[in-house]
């Protein structure tokens, strides 16, 4: 089974600084983790994915996350933050296995971004 | 890129009736569908995995008979909520699973969410 936390329901930032969301995860098998940002009554957007293929993963709107395996990690970064990027941010974590490979997602970061 | 399509992206309905969500994706063919459900400042809980041509499965808790899943086509899956209640009222999406590409996995692409209303 594979599992996420995040860590902080509630970011605060000022537009310009660094954003930082964290995630952890759970699992037994080699996991596939995701980054979505959802926007006030919308689905979910993917930000990026990783699948083994490298451990930083640059995805859109110049956020990146790096996979760190001795720390079970995957936390999400933007250089700058912009005001356009408060939102709901989500981490997710899939294993490519058989079970039908259900999304299970974490409890969810709110990113707000002050002037 | 993957495109799903949800619809309708709200709805009032009055207690007792039946309400019909759609969740089409239009440039691909998703085997698989997911079906959540969102309350208020919380993150995504899954109701069912909805397989094309075969019986949707169902997260423990989830009324099979409440909400009714149908996956008739690779490119459409449809839930019901049947005699809602206000209980009911929430935010569903729907998300469809891709084929995987190597060394990649599959990819989810969500649809647009359903703010239902019972009033």
């Known amino acids: 089974a594979q599992s996420v936390t995040q860590l902080g329901s509630h970011v605060s930032v000022s537009e310009g600084a660094l954003v930082l969301l964290r995630c952890n995860y759970s699992?037994?098998?080699?996991?596939?983790l995701f980054w979505y940002v959802q926007y006030p009554n919308q689905g979910l957007q993917l930000l990026l994915k990783?699948?083994?293929?490298?451990?930083l993963v640059k995805g859109i709107n110049g956020f990146e996350a790096e996979f760190k395996k001795s720390e079970t990690s995957f936390h999400l970064t933007k250089p700058s933050a912009h005001m356009s990027d408060a939102a709901e941010y989500f981490c997710?974590?899939?294993?490519?296995?058989?079970?039908?490979?259900?999304?299970?997602f974490g409890t969810g970061t709110q990113l707000k971004v002050e002037l | 890129g993957a495109v799903v399509s949800q619809h309708p992206s709200w709805v009032i309905c009055k207690s007792g009736t039946s309400v019909k969500i759609e969740c089409r994706s239009l440039?691909?063919?998703?085997?698989?569908m997911f079906w959540y459900r969102q309350f208020p400042k919380q993150s995504l809980m899954l109701m069912a995995t909805?397989?094309?041509?075969?019986?949707?499965?169902?997260e423990q808790g989830v009324e099979k008979d409440k909400f009714l899943i149908n996956h008739a086509s690779l490119t459409l899956s449809t839930l019901t909520v049947t005699s809602a209640h206000p209980e009911d009222s929430s935010f569903y999406i729907c998300?469809?699973?891709?084929?995987?590409?190597?060394?990649?996995?599959?990819?989810?692409?969500f649809g647009s969410g359903t703010r239902l209303t019972v009033v």
């Open positions: 909805s397989n094309e041509g075969s019986k949707a499965t169902y």
């Open positions: 998300s469809a699973r891709d084929h995987p590409r190597t060394g990649e996995g599959y990819g989810y692409t």
């Open positions: 440039d691909f063919q998703a085997t698989t």
């Open positions: 997710a974590v899939t294993a490519f296995t058989g079970g039908g490979n259900k999304l299970t």
């Open positions: 699992s037994s098998v080699p996991p596939y």
């Open positions: 990783y699948t083994s293929a490298a451990t």
